[in-house]
């Protein structure tokens, strides 16, 4: 275990095998703990990044406060469960549980209406963003790399396999 003052060393070894995606770098690993390979020794790198942002629609103020009122109702409900574990009778758990329910659900649409109006126009669209790989290296520490290598080639080709 590195101290402190010592850098972690995140990439050990060298280049054993190259993906284009990370399902088949996965499906490489896999294979070789599959065959008894000591997999500790094996690390994912993915390389060439890329920030990909998918614009879903237009963000309105009553879009944002529905949003709101979708997550605050989780965790009103949320909180009202936890309430009603203090609750007497059956009725009073349901009605403490849907009374979280309700006020998480006002509280989140006010909430998320406000939030948008102060963006002043600046972001009116939704979003769904990820970090994707153009390549995955499959890399193992040198004692182990000739091995690992040789274990890849007899590696079947179908997935299915």
């Given at each position: 275990?590195?101290t402190p003052q010592?850098p972690?060393e995140l990439v050990?070894g060298q ?6 995606t ?5 499906r490489?690993?896999?294979?070789l703990s599959d065959?008894?390979f ?6 994912i790198v ?5 920030q990909v ?7 309105t103020s009553w879009?944002?406060?529905?949003a709101?009122?979708g ?7 949320l909180v009202g469960?936890?309430l ?15 009374w ?5 659900a006002v509280?989140?649409?006010?909430w998320?209406f406000i939030?948008?109006?102060?963006t002043?126009g600046?972001r009116d669209f939704a979003?769904f ?5 153009t ?8 004692d182990?790399?000739?091995?690992a290598?040789?274990m890849?080639?007899?590696?079947p ?5």
């Amino acid at each position: 275990m590195a101290t402190p003052q010592e850098p972690v060393e995140l990439v050990r070894g060298q280049s054993i095998a190259s993906f284009s995606t990370y399902a088949d770098a996965q499906r490489a690993v896999d294979y070789l703990s599959d065959n008894g390979f000591p997999v500790e020794n094996l690390t994912i790198v993915g390389s060439d990044l890329k920030q990909v942002e998918r614009v879903l629609g237009r963000l309105t103020s009553w879009k944002a406060a529905l949003a709101g009122a979708g997550t605050g109702a989780w965790f009103g409900a949320l909180v009202g469960l936890l309430l009603s574990l203090f609750a007497d009778t059956g009725t009073a758990v349901v009605v403490i549980i849907l009374w979280g329910l309700l006020t998480g659900a006002v509280f989140g649409a006010v909430w998320g209406f406000i939030a948008h109006l102060f963006t002043f126009g600046q972001r009116d669209f939704a979003t769904f963003g990820m970090t994707v790989a153009t390549r995955y290296d499959v890399y193992s520490t040198s004692d182990q790399a000739a091995r690992a290598m040789e274990m890849l080639a007899g590696m079947p080709t179908n997935p299915r396999t």
